[in-house]
């Protein structure tokens, strides 16, 4: 496919050049269908759907269905929706001027089929990208059947045309949506009344506006969002509707940790100005860790889900507390640390919902959800072979101080007094560098403790 629009400008240069155009579904499958041929992913917009979301959606496209995809928040939902733009035509044709993106070869409104009337084979035509294609609408209560079908404009009553004449329509986003993809988000929360208006979209493939006997035959793909029924008290799919739908997909979170650790990476804001950012991998680790854990929760409200955001949230808001703590000492490098992971509860909080009657107790269950994760990390990724040599290191009662307010460097000192830690940590860090060394150590100590084999005071 070319970037550069084709050439065709008027209705009898489109015919010689022998363009024909298809159904939008037809359209898509046929791409997909050549993806699919060349090895190629649906979309690599997501990550952890390739065995399991994605092989439904593919089949449900090959199948020419309106889809609907079913998971709680924060499950990359929308970005799978808007990704199916690629699978359109780079370019198509459409009446100038059209409201409703006519297809010259078959027009259907009144201003194209008058104009084609008038100017015939010289009817001017314009061709429009496949981002063009694509209209998305956050269902919401006060969504009005004006909104999504169309209505009668005052203003052109008032110019002197009927009430009954089709030019004094004003067109919704679905008929604006022919030709392309039409995606309506939380589709629970759209009105009863204004769901049965959806009704003949999905099955027989046209609208009516208010009394008018017109009918628009719209060419359109419908892709909706929604929670799982027992989440949203706020309204529901009446059944109607959802029969309409062919296919209804499953969404999911990340399955493993480093899926999630992967989204954190490419999603989460992190850049420092005038400072590189070294992330430890286990840092990452309990980071993503910690939203499997509130998964998994019974303190936490699993009806409302916990998102994806919040690993994301937390992974800006660690690296955020590691740059403070290098502003304030001059270290040219941010490296977050195990201390810095207590900057999260802020970031954490407003994202998910707790099954308990006091709102405070937040404040207790977030550190305990990372305690649990940090716990389960250094499990699973850290054998110390000299553990031993490490605690007899604090036998006569030695105390080390750690803290997201304690620099870097001051871990060097400590370290050279405590040889089994300073391997410890070498080995985990992979470097001797300050920032490196003190993120190791502050590691191998908080797992001591999370293991109940070295005491901390807070």
Avoid: C
């Avoid at 089949?59 to 808007?82: C, M, N, P, S, Y």
């Amino acid at each position: 496919m070319t970037s550069v629009a084709p050439s065709p400008k008027t209705l009898g240069e489109l015919r010689d050049s022998g363009y024909q155009s298809i159904p939008v579904r037809d359209e898509m499958r046929r791409n997909l269908e050549t993806r699919l041929r060349e090895g190629r992913p649906l979309t690599s917009a997501v990550r952890g759907y390739d065995e399991t979301v994605l092989p439904q959606l593919e089949t449900a496209l090959l199948a020419g269905h309106d889809v609907i995809l079913l998971g709680e928040r924060g499950q990359a939902k929308t970005r799978l929706i808007r990704s199916l733009v690629e699978l359109l035509d780079e370019w198509i044709p459409i009446v100038a001027g059209s409201p409703v993106r006519d297809d010259p070869l078959s027009p259907m409104s009144a201003f194209a089929l008058d104009l084609i009337s008038e100017r015939g084979e010289d009817t001017p035509i314009e061709w429009i990208s496949r981002s063009s294609r694509f209209a998305e609408k956050l269902a919401t209560p006060d969504t009005s059947m004006a909104d999504l079908i169309g209505d009668i404009d005052p203003i052109k009553v008032a110019g002197g045309l009927y009430l009954d004449d089709p030019r004094a329509l004003s067109f919704g986003l679905v008929p604006k949506s022919h030709r392309g993809i039409f995606a309506i988000n939380e589709l629970p929360d759209l009105a009863e009344r204004i769901q049965v208006g959806l009704l003949n979209v999905l099955e027989e493939r046209d609208v009516q506006i208010r009394t008018h006997l017109v009918r628009l035959n719209v060419d359109v793909v419908v892709v909706a969002t929604a929670n799982p029924e027992d989440y949203t008290n706020r309204g529901r799919l009446i059944t109607p509707l959802k029969d309409r739908f062919g296919s209804q997909i499953r969404t999911h979170y990340p399955f493993d940790i480093d899926t999630e650790i992967e989204i954190m990476r490419e999603e989460a804001h992190v850049e420092a100005a005038g400072f590189d950012v070294e992330m430890p991998w286990f840092i990452e680790d309990v980071i993503a860790r910690t939203s499997h854990v509130a998964r998994a929760s019974q303190a936490v409200s699993q009806r409302s889900g916990v998102s994806v955001r919040l690993s994301i949230a937390n992974f800006e808001t660690v690296v955020a507390s590691a740059t403070r703590r290098a502003l304030r000492h001059g270290e040219s490098v941010v490296v977050p640390r195990v201390s810095d992971l207590s900057a999260m509860v802020q970031s954490t909080q407003g994202k998910i919902e707790f099954d308990t009657l006091d709102d405070d107790e937040a404040e207790i269950i977030v550190p305990a959800l990372i305690a649990l994760a940090l716990r389960q990390s250094f499990a699973e990724h850290v054998v110390l072979e000299h553990a031993s040599e490490i605690l007899s290191e604090f036998d006569g009662e030695v105390v080390v101080r750690v803290g997201e307010d304690v620099a870097s460097a001051e871990y060097l000192s400590t370290l050279e007094v405590m040889p089994a830690l300073r391997a410890a940590a070498l080995g985990l860090a992979g470097s001797d560098q300050p920032g490196p060394l003190a993120a190791a150590a502050e590691f191998v100590l908080e797992g001591l403790y999370v293991t109940k084999r070295l005491g901390k005071d807070t």
